[in-house]
């Protein structure tokens, strides 16, 4: 169950966010109109939000997915890799938020990077993809923090996606909504894999919030199978975050 989230609203200058899509630029008016939709979706599932202040000198600041890993014990600061969103993981207001409910609070230091984008919490255990933002030395360092408290994680090598969570939910109950690369990999057979088709791919990043599914709106297959599996789902317009390869994980801290 989670009790907390945090996100931050988009930046102005949301339309220079880094991205690998040709889907144009993101729209400032459209990106705050879906982004309040996606915290009234929250509130619905119970939890208390913390809405943090834009910071124009981030276009990405609103992926506050990417800065911290909260845990039910700790909370690890990470260490972008990205060099335009290094400094988001400093920022003063994110850290205060973070100080009101954790006591334990951990850092990834140089040369190691990590964005939590890039990991999956399955109870105990954390998965960490290796991508071009997350190195080999920053998995090391999440890992050693894990066990300090009793948690676990284990590596996963991506090829294809730009954070592990790209491309991967997991939706309690067993349950792991899969596309593309992740169909098939050994270290995720033993969930119960719902695979979303290719041309959907975009919609496996889902989250699970208190018995809720929150999908991206406009993508039929995960809809379906989503609410097949017994969950209540709701449905958030993330279009101008998928402009610059943003999804509905991305958009918050939850814990
Ligand atoms: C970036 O490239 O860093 C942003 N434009 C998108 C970040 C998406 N975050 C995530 O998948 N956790």
């Not at 996100?7 to 102005?12: E, G, M, Q």
């Not at 609103?62 to 800065?67: G, H, K, L, R, T």
């Amino acid at each position: 169950m989670f009790r907390n989230v945090i996100v931050r609203i988009p930046s102005a200058r949301i339309s220079e966010g880094i991205t690998s899509a040709n889907l144009g630029k993101p729209i400032y008016k459209n990106a705050l109109k879906q982004h309040s939709e996606y915290v009234a979706a929250l509130a619905k599932t119970g939890v208390n939000v913390t809405v943090l202040e834009p910071q124009d000198d981030y276009p990405d600041s609103c992926f506050v997915e990417d800065v911290a890993l909260c845990t039910r014990e700790c909370v690890i600061i990470t260490r972008p890799g990205a060099n335009t969103r290094r400094g988001e993981a400093s920022l003063g207001d994110m850290q205060e938020a973070l100080k009101k409910f954790y006591k334990n609070i951990e850092y990834i230091q140089d040369p190691g990077t990590v964005e939590a984008g890039d990991i999956m919490m399955v109870g105990d255990h954390f998965y960490i993809g290796l991508s071009a933002r997350t190195n080999q030395e920053g998995a090391q360092q999440t890992i050693k923090i894990l066990q300090k408290y009793g948690l676990s994680g284990s590596i996963v090598h991506l090829s294809e996606v730009l954070h592990l969570k790209t491309g991967l939910s997991y939706i309690e109950n067993n349950n792991l909504l899969v596309a593309g690369e992740f169909k098939t990999k050994s270290e995720f057979a033993k969930f119960h894999r719902i695979e979303i088709p290719d041309n959907e791919s975009y919609s496996a990043n889902c989250i699970w919030v208190n018995d809720f599914v929150i999908v991206p709106k406009g993508y039929k297959a995960v809809y379906e199978k989503v609410s097949a599996l017994g969950y209540k789902v709701l449905e958030v317009d993330t279009s101008e975050f998928r402009k610059i390869d943003g999804g509905l994980s991305c958009l918050s801290l939850r814990f």
